[in-house]
């Protein structure tokens, strides 16, 4: 929870030996999935997650945190069957319908986006990302005054202090707040791109 790689390669390093010890240790398999996608070890962070899953199908964490990782890694197809697959387990997950928002909006299906994205607000009213991708869907569906609120909305939420981010690892700040692809820049870099997109989002529903 450190961040920073050198705290990955370290967790990387114990994750390894839990799970030579006891490799039907699910849940070491999908922290291990977490950090090799922290460290953009895209084919390990799958090989992790996959295998946390086929232990136990049922593990609607590691599935949810497993189409964050496609979302990085441009998976959107199998993201969303992830999603779906783990909201028939947990259906009031609020990260997965927030992360199911962003993966339809990138496909450009912004109506089911739309609706996931509103299901994301009522389950965790406090994920301001949920309403960045809700105000994404509805620029696009030409719902303009709906889209700026919301913008603002997230805005509003999301404003504190972004050095916050030095103490946040790279998957909070990636995969949380779904900027969808992986970034070298410091953590508070991804907290500034998104901030931007939500402000050039205003800007195109001012001219709308």
């Known amino acids: 929870k450190k961040g920073f790689e050198v705290n990955y390669k370290k967790a990387e390093a114990k994750l390894t ?8 240790y699910s849940e070491a398999y999908m922290y291990l999935g977490r950090v090799e996608n922290a460290l953009w070890a895209d084919d390990k962070a799958t090989a992790a997650f996959q295998r ?3 232990i136990d199908p049922d593990y609607e964490e590691a599935r949810v945190s497993y ?3 496609l979302l990085d890694q441009g ?15 947990q259906p009031q997950d609020g990260t997965a319908f927030y992360l199911l928002s962003q993966a339809y909006a990138r496909q450009g299906d912004y109506a089911d986006g739309k609706t996931a994205a509103l299901h994301a607000i009522k389950a965790t009213p406090g994920n301001g990302e949920a309403h960045f991708w809700l105000a994404e869907c509805e620029r696009h569906l030409n719902e303009a005054e709906a889209a700026e ?7 509003h939420m999301t404003d504190f202090n972004s050095g916050v981010w030095g103490n946040a690892n790279y998957y909070v ?3 949380l707040l779904g900027i969808g692809h992986k970034h070298h820049a410091a953590e508070q870099d991804i907290w500034k791109e998104q901030q931007g997109q ?3 989002g205003i800007c195109d529903c001012e001219w709308m």
């Open 67 to 69: 189409a964050g990782a």
């Open 75 to 89: 998976g959107l197809d199998e993201a969303v069957r992830q999603l779906n697959a783990a909201l028939q387990r």
């Open 198 to 200: 939500a402000n050039v």
């Open 17 to 24: 030996q839990a799970i030579a010890l006891d490799p039907n």
């Open 149 to 155: 609120s919301e913008y603002r909305q997230y805005l």
């Open 52 to 54: 946390a899953i086929a």
């Open 173 to 175: 700040a990636g995969f």
